[in-house]
Every structure is written in structure tokens, then in C-alpha cells.
């Protein structure tokens, strides 16, 4: 949020010194565009939004039933909950021989515009969609990718995905298994 005040703060003393400038009498001011300002500030509305506030433990995002569906009941360990040390929210991991996972409420610093000012500045952030919801691959390696879901216009839904050893192929597309994991965890975030 800070980057983008003072992108906006910047913005403005450019407008503002560009037209202090400006010869009087002159019909035509000077045009000055600031993509990020513009479309943060046309960032649309989530349609549907869920509640992430209402999730008191993010552990149960994911049913035994849907990790199994997943691939990650061979070796599984129980999912161990706490609170993310970078939102101080809840958060779950979950380990098996497949893939680790770790699902993230993020309702403090989360949202569309967050993470499309995000996308708009940084290379490893790239638009996806999942559940019709709108988001970000974000870190995407070979064995690892990280997806921002935003669920509500200020909260959002993070998941971590490392592949393991084994597993099926479709676990070898880091981003596309942490979408099908981030979709299996959005059918249980309650409405707003």
C-alpha cells in the first residue's frame, strides 16, 4: 500500500511541476499518463466475494477427502496448523510423499487491487484465474509456485506448492497443481 501512495504522491508532483511549467495562455496542457495509478484505480469489484475472516483454522480449507482426490494421501502426515508469521493469520501445511501445500488467509494485506499492483510491478507475478475468481502465479519454478486468489476485495487466499518426489504429471506443472489445489480450498471458504 505504501508503494502505491507514493507512486500516487509521485504522480502528482509530476502533474502538478508539468503544469507550473506550462507557458500561460498555452490551449494545450501537457498529457501525462501513470498506467499503475489508472488502472488501480479501476480496479473492478470481486463479484461473489467469500469470507476468509469467518476461518479460524485454515486446516480446515482441505478435507482429508480432498487431499486424498489430490494424490497427497500416500505418506501423508496430519495437517499442522498456525499462524503465518507474515499476516499472523491462520495457515496450514500439509506433507506427503507427493507435494507440501500451505494454504494462507491473508485479510489484512489482500484484495484485487493488492494484487494487481503486484502484477503491474513485479515480473514474478503473472494474471491467472481460478474459480472465477481473479489472482496471481507468483514465484513460478520448476518444482514450486505460489497462487494469490483475491476472494473478496480485501482479502485474499495464498497457496504454496512444492512437488516432492513421485506423484502424477500433472503434479509436475507446479502453477497448474497450485490452481487445482487453490479451487479444492475455495469450495470450502464460506460466502460473504
Not at 59 to 80: F, H, I, T
Request: charged share 20%; proline share 6%; with cysteine.
Amino acid at each position: 500500500m505504501l508503494r502505491r501512495a507514493t507512486l500516487t504522491a509521485a504522480s502528482l508532483l509530476a502533474v502538478l511541476g508539468a503544469s507550473a511549467c506550462s507557458p500561460s495562455g498555452a490551449t494545450n496542457p501537457p498529457k501525462t499518463t501513470t498506467e499503475s495509478a489508472s488502472s488501480t484505480a479501476a480496479t473492478p469489484k470481486v463479484e461473489n466475494p467469500k469470507n476468509l475472516k469467518a476461518v479460524t483454522d485454515a486446516c480446515k480449507l482441505l478435507a482429508e477427502e480432498q487431499v486424498a482426490r489430490l494424490g497427497g494421501d500416500a505418506g501423508a502426515k496430519p495437517p499442522e496448523g498456525s499462524n503465518s508469521e507474515e499476516y499472523g493469520e491462520p495457515q496450514c501445511k500439509w506433507r506427503n510423499d507427493a507435494f507440501n501445500a500451505t494454504i494462507a488467509i491473508n485479510t489484512k494485506h489482500g484484495g484485487l487491487a493488492e494484487i494487481q499492483s503486484f502484477i503491474e510491478s513485479s515480473d514474478s507475478f503473472k494474471p491467472t484465474q481460478v474459480g472465477g475468481y481473479q489472482g496471481a502465479r507468483v514465484d513460478e519454478q520448476s518444482t514450486l509456485c505460489r497462487i494469490e486468489l483475491a476472494v473478496a476485495d480485501d482479502q485474499s487466499l495464498e497457496v504454496n506448492y512444492f512437488k516432492n518426489a513421485g506423484g502424477t504429471p500433472e503434479m509436475n506443472d507446479p502453477c497448474g497443481f497450485a490452481e487445482k489445489i487453490t479451487s479444492e480450498a475455495l469450495t470450502n471458504v464460506p460466502g460473504a
